[in-house]
Nanobody, 119 residues
Framework: QVQLVESGGGLVQAGDSLRLSCAVS????????LGWFRQSPGLEREFVASIAWSSGTTYYSDSVKGRFTISRDITKSTVYLHMNSLKPEDTAVYYC????????????WGQGTQVTVSS
């Protein structure tokens, strides 16, 4: 089973930046597309961004477009989410998952990483 491990979350102030990492731990990196999702308390999990492994084409939700960037590092078997100009409404647990592009997850969820943005 594919293991996706998220990290990099934390407590920051509005306007700050963070970089989240999603490491693929079973050696299958490069065989599927990956995406980031988030879930805030009381709300459903929502799509944030995704990347096509082969072409590098990226997709973003309207709420993060222009502020977040998804990227991949083949040598580290890792996908990143670079988050700039963070807002309090970005506060959520962030998860990565295998996706059918552009935004349909189909792998099991990991533990996620908490991002908290204070105003």
């Amino acid at each position: 089973q594919v293991q996706l491990v998220e990290s990099g979350g934390g407590l920051v102030q509005a306007g700050d930046s963070l970089r989240l990492s999603c490491a693929v731990s079973d050696g299958t990196f490069g065989t599927f597309n990956l995406g980031w999702f988030r879930q805030s308390p009381g709300l459903e999990r929502e799509f944030v961004a995704s990347i096509a492994w082969s072409s590098g084409t990226t997709y973003y939700s309207d709420s993060v477009k222009g502020r977040f960037t998804i990227s991949r590092d083949i040598t580290k078997s890792t996908v990143y989410l670079h988050m700039n100009s963070l807002k309090p409404e970005d506060t959520a647990v962030y998860y990565c998952a295998k996706v059918v592009l552009p935004n349909k997850p189909f792998s099991s969820w990991g533990q996620g990483t908490q991002v908290t943005v204070s105003s």
